[in-house]
Structure formats: structure tokens, C-alpha cells
């Protein structure tokens, strides 16, 4: 029994001796170097940390020595969803010095994109509950980004085998309540993959051609709102396809079909006529939902732009000078009319093809502003458009009305003078009416046979 413990108390001063002889980590900690301890279980969190950070590389320093430190061939680090899921393997190389190892690790990692678009929180993947919220903010925040494929992580913690069926009910019924879904979306395929307590989310949308994300399209809340949105869009796009969500307000197709008459008619920057307005209305979710408006141009975008540039030029030359040499509203109106009348002649060919629905491309060019402005030769459209134009960047309030005068198709403007609404007509100004055309009055409207359109009644002209 003595001998046994002396054995035991001689084996303790042998280790303590020994130990001893070597460096501790406190006492290389005091020359500033700083060492950890080897584990699978570092290894693993160390990679995870770099591969959410995004940095290739990242350096460890161990006490202890190379033999100590596990082979990464066993791949006891593959661990947690990150590792298993976006690292496709690592190097290591090491520097073995007295009592540590500095191990340089790098990170190889596949799918990099779609790790770095998985919403955050802190430092970890977000983590989304299996429920409508969280389900609405996954595709949300694929839609946000237009993502063409997303991953998001869904709490797993009760390892449920209805999740895949709970997910795929509340993702069709998604489709059906979101208003921008409907807009955005063609198609959507989803698959869900466990990794312990979380499952993982992979969307792989199909988006509809040219469509815009949510924050981008503009909201209205009412009809002449919307028609002088869609016309604004027409102008600064030259005709591409108007997107506007609607909140609250519900039209009818006539309806709709007359607001955008009204806004073809007023889109006065455009340097061509359309000949036809087409809308595609997408699903809502009760309150709102978009509407996509277009115009039949028999021009490209890319072919109007020398032409929208030209235009534009001339309105700002004309509206310049205007501003430069009057005060007051009502001078700049004048002004504007007389610029109008001294740059445009009517045209009468264009005006008998008009009566005889025979009208050519190059027509439709010169029923517009670019015809009255640039070209010099217009009918009543081209001086309403133009005289609109002119008014609209002295940020003076017109607008281009449609009719009939005498009961022959017509065109020309209402203007808003201190409260009050005025009619010009530029055309009828420039073929011997004079100034007579400039700002008169319903009274005269109607003594002059003047009929406002029907979808004027928008803005309570008919």
C-alpha cells in the first residue's frame, strides 16, 4: 500500500517536472501570442464565420503541435447547415514553431451568390417561422431583389413531416393574395431540404418580362392622378409600357380605356402618335393591384430618341425664352400660343387622310408636337400637343382635350388661370381666328360648337 502511493506521488512530480520544461500558454500569451486549443468543433465554427463573412481565408493559432491537430480529410468540421451546405472544401497549411502551430487555412465555397443574398440577423442566416408571415416575407424579399433563384432558412425545430404540405398551402395561397406576385411572377417552383432543426427554402421564380420591382412603380389613388402618371411615364419612357399600382380605386375597362386615351392624348413629349392604348390588369389583393398600359407606336423607343431629344430641345429653347421676358402666367400663356403659331403650318393633307382613316406612319409623326415644333407641319393635335409642351416646363397647368368642333374631330387645350378654366385653341388661332382662340371661355366654347369627349368627364369638362 506504501509503495503503490509513493509510485503515484513520484508519477504526479514526473508530470509537473515535465510540464514544466515546456512553454504554457499564458506565458506565450504574455510574448503576444494568443493560441487556442484544437477542435473539431472550432474548425467547424471558424469556417462557418468565414463563409458568411465571405472571406477565402482566415488563420488559427493552436498551441500544441501538427500531430495534434486533426486530419481534414475525416471532415469532422462539416457540420451545421453552412458547412454542409456552401463549403466545398478547405486547405490548411502550417507553421509549427515551440509549443504552437499556425494553421492558414482556405475556405472554398460553392454558391457564394445565394449564401450572400440569405437575409441576416447579426451575424447568423436568418431564420424564418413556417407560417404565413414568414413564408410572405421570403417571397417578398426574393421579389425585392429579383432574385432568379433565393434561399431562406425555416425554423425546423419541431422536425414536423407536415412542413413540406404547411409551406406548399401557404405558398399557393400566396399567389393569390399578393398583388405584386401577380405583376411579377410567371411561374414559381420551390423544394425544401432538412438540415437537423432548420429546413431550408430554395424559390426558383420566373419573372415576367421588363417588369419592375415593388418600390419602383409609382401608387395613385385616383383616376386623374393615374392619368397623369401614366402620361408622365409615356413621356420620360417615349411610349414603353406604363406600371402603376392603383390603391383603392376599381374602374371599369371603359373607364380605364378613357383615362388613357386621356393620357396618349396629353403624353405631349412623345414625338409620334400612337395608334392604338392596350392595358394588362393584374390580380390584387382586394385593395390594390397593377395595371400595365401601352401604346401601339408604329416606332421603336430606340428609333423616337434622336427625335424626343430634338423635340425636348425645342420646347426648352421656346419655354426659356418665354420665362426670360415674362413675369406672369398669363403673359407666358400668350407667349406660348404665339410660339406655336410661328412654328407650326397646318397641314391640310394630313388633316383629309385623317377624315379618310388613311393616315401613314410618317403622319403620325407630324400629328404630334415634333410635327408643330421640329418639322413645322401639323392638324389640331400637334398644335395642342406642342402649346402643351411649351406649358408643361413652365410648370403652367394645361392639358390637351379632345371633341369635335362643328361636329369634325377636333383638338386643343384647357388651361386653369388663377382658378378659373379657359380654352385655347392654337389651331383655329393659326387659320384666321387670331387672338380670339386665346383663352376664352365656356360661354364661347359652346356658342362655337365645341363637344368635349365623354372621358373629359374624368375631369368634370364633359
Sequence with gaps: MRKSVKLFLLLIVFALLSAGCGVSREKLAEKGIYTEIYSPELLAKRIETAALKGEESFRVTYYGEISDLEDLADMTWETGYVNNRYVDYIEAEYKEFDEYVIADYKVHLMEKELLDGMPRNGDAIAVHMPDQQGLDNCVTDMMERRAECARYLLDNSSRSEELYDAVNEILYDYQNRSYVYSYMVDNLSWTITSYDDVAELELAPVYRDNVKIPGELPRVSSMTEYVETVSGLWNQNLGAAADVVLEGIFPTEDELFAALMIAEANSALLPCEAEHVSYVKYPGDGERYVISAELDISM??????????????????????????????????RAAYRAVLKAARYDDDIADATKEENITDEMRILRSAYGALVEGNTVCVGYAKAYKAICDYMGLDCMVINGKQDDVGHAWNGVWLDGELYYVDCTYGDTGGGSGYFLFSGEKLEFRDYVIDEEYGLYGLA
Design 300 to 333: 421603336t423607343g430606340e428609333e423616337m430618341a434622336p427625335m424626343g431629344r430634338e423635340l425636348r430641345d425645342k420646347v426648352t429653347e421656346a419655354a426659356a425664352e418665354i420665362m426670360a421676358e415674362e413675369d406672369d402666367d398669363e403673359a407666358r400663356l
